[in-house]
């Protein structure tokens, strides 16, 4: 228990069905925060309604279980200004595919690698639906055609190793325009325009076309820089990956580099051995792995560390956390967009979730791939 924090009240959630690995099986939750607290409902939506805070930052964690005291896990931090409160902190019912991102506010960044364009800094992001998975190749491969045959075009046609693996060979335009087609395809707004009133949906076009996003339509879109990276953390507090500050071969798809043996390699990677994943390192030149091989994360998303790097909607630049600290969505203009997460082809020290990638838009890599988020 987190010293810094006066008091603590804990209130039992039973929860069924979950669609998420935190809780995927729990069946309670607490508040822990600068004064006591107590919840008085989790209503069928999964808004959680509780009352006595004072100002300040609250933590709501997870268990599994209350045996030994319970193993309370980090879900979201609030910061609170009101005594009565309700939140939205699970999904019983979200859309296919798709996992609740609960609103709340989370360090972006951290000094734990010495990135220098990581400095930690406080976001608040609102609550989003993503993609469980990166976008497999089936599944490009379905809104392709359906997008071509609507008139758009794409600079790539997509490359996967399997049906299940990532799509790869993407570049952000063609991510872009797929997001659109998406979203026509599922009876939604679509999220990207050619003019800033919102007017021509971006179909057509890549290097040196402008693309502004509509945030406030309901279509599928990339994730914003901030969003990703709160998504990412899954709810932990000061972790370097998404599941806790080492990585070894049965958590994620990456390039094993461990010191030691090698003077060269990471403390925190556990390899055990050096070079591809062996589990995928099949002979092919693109040693991708199928889309949620791997355990999922706090919030119920796989990849979000190795296997492929994935696309963001922002423009590279410093600082981030712009325009405001407040769902902020990047520097105005740049010359790359950002790509995080590592990838298979990469070491270790790509993989964190504070590790900051950035690309050409124009560029389609065999190791660059994208998930789709979903506003509320």
């Not at 808004?47 to 930052?57: C, F, H, K, N």
């Not at 608040?124 to 993609?131: A, E």
């Not at 990471?266 to 589990?279: A, E, K, M, V």
Request: charge should be negative.
């Amino acid at each position: 228990m987190k010293s810094k924090f006066k008091t603590l009240f804990i209130a039992l959630a039973f929860l069924t069905g979950l669609n998420q690995a935190i809780p995927q099986t729990a069946q309670f939750f607490r508040i822990v925060g600068p004064a006591p607290t107590t919840i008085s409902a989790l209503q069928r939506d999964g808004t959680l309604v509780w009352t006595g805070a004072a100002p300040g930052t609250y933590e709501v964690q997870a268990a599994t279980s209350l045996v030994g005291g319970g193993n309370w896990v980090d879900y979201v931090q609030l910061p609170i200004t009101n005594n009565a409160n309700t939140n939205l902190i699970v999904s019983f019912n979200p859309p296919p595919g798709l996992a609740l991102i609960p609103a709340g506010s989370f360090t972006m960044g951290d000094s734990l690698s010495g990135d220098g364009d990581a400095i930690p800094t406080n976001i608040y992001v609102s609550g989003i639906y993503l993609d469980t998975n990166l976008v497999s190749y089936s599944q490009w491969q379905g809104v392709y055609t359906y997008a071509t045959n609507l008139g758009y075009s794409f600079l790539n046609a997509g490359v996967g190793n399997a049906a299940n693996h990532p799509v790869v060979e993407v570049d952000w335009f063609d991510c872009v325009k797929w997001s659109n087609a998406r979203s026509q395809q599922a009876g939604l707004t679509p999220v990207y325009y050619t003019d800033s009133a919102y007017t021509q949906v971006f179909t057509n076009g890549d290097y040196g076309t402008p693309v502004f996003a509509n945030f406030a339509t309901n279509g599928y879109r990339l994730p914003t820089e901030a969003e990703w990276e709160k998504a990412a953390r899954g709810g932990l507090i000061g972790q370097r990956f998404p599941w806790g500050d080492t990585i070894s071969e049965s958590q994620a798809n990456y390039y094993a580099n461990p010191n030691p043996p090698n003077l060269g390699g990471f403390t925190y990677d556990l390899g055990p051995y050096t070079g591809f994943n062996t589990n995928f390192d099949t002979g092919l030149d693109i040693y991708t792995s199928p889309v949620g091989y791997f355990a999922p994360n706090g919030y119920g998303l796989c990849d979000m560390a190795g296997n492929v790097f994935e696309w963001c909607w922002d423009w590279y630049g410093m600082p981030y956390g712009q325009p405001t600290n407040l769902n902020p969505t990047g520097v105005a203009s740049g010359s790359d967009r950002v790509q995080r997460g590592g990838s298979w082809a990469n070491v270790a020290a790509y993989s964190p979730c504070s590790f900051r990638s950035f690309y050409d838009p124009l560029s389609g890599e065999d190791d660059v791939g994208f998930r789709c988020a979903l506003g509320l």
